[in-house]
């Protein structure tokens, strides 16, 4: 496993969680990784994306202003900071990298992958 997500559990709307994505094999110290979720029976969903060294990120325009995208470059770890959940947040969450230093919506683009986390949000 080189992507470790964590984080993840169950909270009552409008609940808010922190999402932790640990590099163990140093996949993404100088590339941009992303978060993407899967609910259940639907495809997988961009959520946000950040630069290698932190200073661009990019955002699903349904999700901007509720969720944050970070990196802790010194702890090689990147945070979703979720707020305001709503039942419709339920879902497995991803992080992911890729080979390139941008910040990137382009989900084939990326080629490592961590095993997810699962969000329930109750109402």
């Known amino acids: 496993v080189q992507l470790q997500a964590c984080g993840g559990g169950l909270v009552q709307a409008p609940g808010s969680l922190r999402l932790s994505c640990a590099d163990y094999k140093r996949t993404f110290s100088n590339n941009g990784v992303g978060w993407f979720r899967q609910a259940p029976g639907k495809g997988r969903e961009f959520i946000a994306a950040?630069?290698?060294?932190?200073?661009?990120?990019t955002y699903a325009d349904s999700l901007k202003g509720r969720f944050t995208i970070s990196r802790d470059r010194a702890k090689n770890t990147v945070h979703l900071q979720m707020n305001s959940l709503e039942p419709e947040d339920t879902a497995v969450y991803y992080c992911?990298?890729?080979?390139?230093?941008?910040?990137?919506?382009?989900?084939?683009?990326?080629?490592?992958w961590g095993q997810g986390t699962q969000v329930t949000v109750s109402s």
């Open positions: 950040i630069s290698w060294n932190g200073a661009s990120t």
């Open positions: 992911a990298s890729h080979r390139r230093s941008h910040a990137n919506t382009y989900a084939p683009d990326y080629i490592y």
